[in-house]
């Protein structure tokens, strides 16, 4: 099975996919705030709608990556580097700025299950972090001289739902007891905020001192 990373490269990316998973954003700040105030149910449609919204993503990476590398392998080589340069200002700005999340109930009216589904999709589709993201984290996982890049891009992508995907239910599932535990305990989401600081850290120094032999 030719799109099947290496032992070491899928541990590593395992790793940074539950790194991930953890981390607030906007998809949690929202399956939280929809949990709190409409109940897991409707907050499960939305992390649906934001796990298509990473199918599509992976999709759009997968087929344009693949075309960067057979176009220019120095471009690929370029986007590499630049994503190593991301990883790091998102360490900088974790620790400078820490999280945004919010765990509060902000809304009161029942929404239906498309309207769940399809925010929760925008939401993820529309935000250019998540963009600028995926064109960076995954590609960092190839190389350009691998026939079955396009293959093990896509396979990445959906191991990270795989990976991910629990944790959002185990948060929603939580979600009342877990925002109280936030909100009595602020230094948790400093600690997390450190953690993918120097995860990232590391992750692009390794990426420069890789591509610079």
Known sequence: ?????????????????????????????LSISRALSQGSKRALYVVLGTT???MIHTLLVAFGVSALIT??????????TGGAAYLLWLAIQAVRYGSNLKVEAVETEKTSVWSNIS???WVNLLNPKVIIFFMTFLPQFVTAGDPAVTQKLIFLGFFFIFVGSPVNVLVILAADRLAKWLQANPKVLRGVDYTFAGVFSVFAIKIFMTQAK
Do not use: E, V
């Not at 176009?71 to 590499?80: D, E, M, Q, V």
């Open 1 to 29: 099975m030719d799109f099947l990373p290496s032992a070491a490269t899928l541990a590593t990316f395992t790793g940074m996919c539950l790194l991930l998973a953890i981390t607030p954003g906007p998809d949690m700040t």
């Open 52 to 54: 298509i919204g990473i």
């Open 71 to 80: 176009a220019s392998p120095t471009a690929f080589f370029l986007l590499k």
């Open 119 to 121: 925010t929760g999709l």
